[in-house]
């Protein structure tokens, strides 16, 4: 009778929402009534009111252990299963429930809900596979609408959020998890993941060393632990290597680093961008300006690797493709730098619009006064006139066009105040001083 009074104040507690009341009067029952499912059966109804859904599945489970026919006991275990995320447990409760109360409509409807959440992780499973990310998001998503307190789909949604590059999604749900589960691996494995993926490698041993500590079998801690590992150090060998002169080795470093872990896409971009530089010492401009591109796929906001690339065109003089670099760059940073850099990128694409003097007459953009003079004579004497007269008026034509630009570049060349305002850019057409002087 005493056991009877505990339930009855439970039961009023529990009325008013004073879950946490209600358990301890329920707890006094059991403690003097050990054989009695229906205490048990109230206190999981509370633990459930408090989210405390294991402890909930436990009452549940030793009240159906002392009366198998207890049908509300059979559906708490079932729905407890279910928000845990155990849908084939949870569809065995639910059959029983199904047995003791064939007329009972709440039960058909819980049966459905376990099903899909089975279907959900089935497609989740085919999707991560896949590498289909995005699936397996939305397929956890809808699971966890039924299974609200499921930490595995919680992790497998933040593991794939991280493999996304949502990494303040993810780390928001291991946080979640973590605070309610310190001790949880699997979250601490997406915690290091996502500070893997935003290349702070350090941290991110730290976090799959303690995932490890918690769960010693976690073999993606292992993996992504042994893989951050080597790419640190694969990546240090190649920046030493660079720093000391050794081009060709450091490239092969960074080539054996690439291969490391292709989801690492921010490491990767700058991995990327360093074998880039290395490209570009060694004069493989058309494979550093490759390079670059993959970096800037990987990280359309790696300013460096815009930088790196705009160098490049200049270099292999694509100047179009340099001021469009250039232009990005200094959307992105308005610096003094960038801005000079862009600029001087302007101005040599408008140079390479006009006339090449120095490519009329077959010189070097550095050649002496002399080797202009040598030059110039030996291109007059080539494209004269007098020397086809005998060929087809075509020819003739055609001839003397090209002995009137030797001329022309000669006259400018050959002037240092002229090749001066040549050599920097100013379009001379345009120059009152010296109007008249092309035809």
């Known amino acids: 009778m005493e056991a009877e009074g505990f339930k009855e104040q439970g039961n009023a507690f529990y009325v008013k929402k004073d879950y946490a009341e209600a358990f301890n009067f329920y707890t006094k029952a059991i403690d003097l009534c050990p054989k009695n499912a229906s205490y048990y059966g109230n206190r999981a109804a509370t633990l459930m009111m408090l989210s405390r859904y294991r402890e909930a599945l436990e009452d549940s489970q030793q009240a159906v252990r002392l009366d198998d026919t207890f049908m509300k006991g059979h559906m708490r275990e079932g729905k ?41 992780e089935r497609l989740a499973e085919i999707s991560f596979e896949k590498r289909d990310f995005r699936m397996v998001v939305f397929c956890m998503d ?22 996304l590059g949502r990494y303040p999604e993810a780390q928001s749900v291991a946080s979640d998890i973590l605070r309610m589960d310190s001790t949880n691996g699997d979250a601490l494995y997406v ?24 769960a010693p079998d976690h073999e993606k801690a292992r993996l992504a632990c042994r893989n951050a590992k080597a790419l640190k150090a694969k990546k240090e060998e190649g920046n030493k290597a660079f720093k000391e002169g050794s081009y060709e080795e450091a490239y092969d470093l960074y080539s054996e680093a690439l291969t490391i872990d292709p989801n690492n896409i921010k490491t990767n971009a700058k991995l990327y961008c360093n074998r880039a530089t290395v490209g570009s010492k060694l004069n493989k401009l058309d494979q550093a300006i490759e390079d670059c591109t993959k970096a800037i796929k990987l990280d359309e906001t790696y300013i460096k690797a815009y930088m790196r690339r ?39 694409l408008k140079k390479s619009k006009r006339k090449d003097y120095y490519k009329v007459l077959g010189v070097e953009k550095n050649a002496t006064e002399d080797e202009i003079k040598k030059a110039y004579r030996k291109r007059a004497l ?58």
């Open 310 to 348: 705009a160098q490049c065109y200049m270099d292999t003089e694509q100047y179009e493709e340099a001021v469009r670099d250039y232009e990005k760059v200094y959307q992105t940073e308005k610096t003094k730098e960038h801005k000079s850099l862009l600029k001087n990128a302007q101005l040599e």
């Open 382 to 439: 080539m494209h004269h006139p007098d020397r086809h007269s005998g060929a087809s008026a075509e020819v003739q034509k055609e001839e003397e066009k090209k002995f009137k630009e030797v001329g022309e570049a000669f006259t400018v060349l050959s002037d240092p105040k002229k090749k001066s305002r040549y050599d920097s850019g100013h379009d001379l057409e345009d120059d009152d001083m010296n109007m008249g002087l092309f035809h």
């Open 80 to 120: 407890c299963h279910l928000l845990l995320g155990n849908a084939m447990a949870a569809s065995r409760c639910f059959q029983k429930v199904q047995e003791l109360e064939p007329e009972n409509s709440q039960v058909q409807q819980e049966l459905k809900s376990a099903e899909s959440i089975l279907e959900f």
């Open 142 to 163: 809808r699971a966890l609408q039924s299974a609200s307190a499921c930490h595995r789909f919680k992790v497998l949604k933040a593991e794939c959020l991280a493999l």
């Open 191 to 214: 915690r290091g993941l996502c500070l893997y993926y935003e290349d702070c490698i350090d941290k991110a041993v730290q976090f799959f060393v303690q995932a490890l500590r918690m």
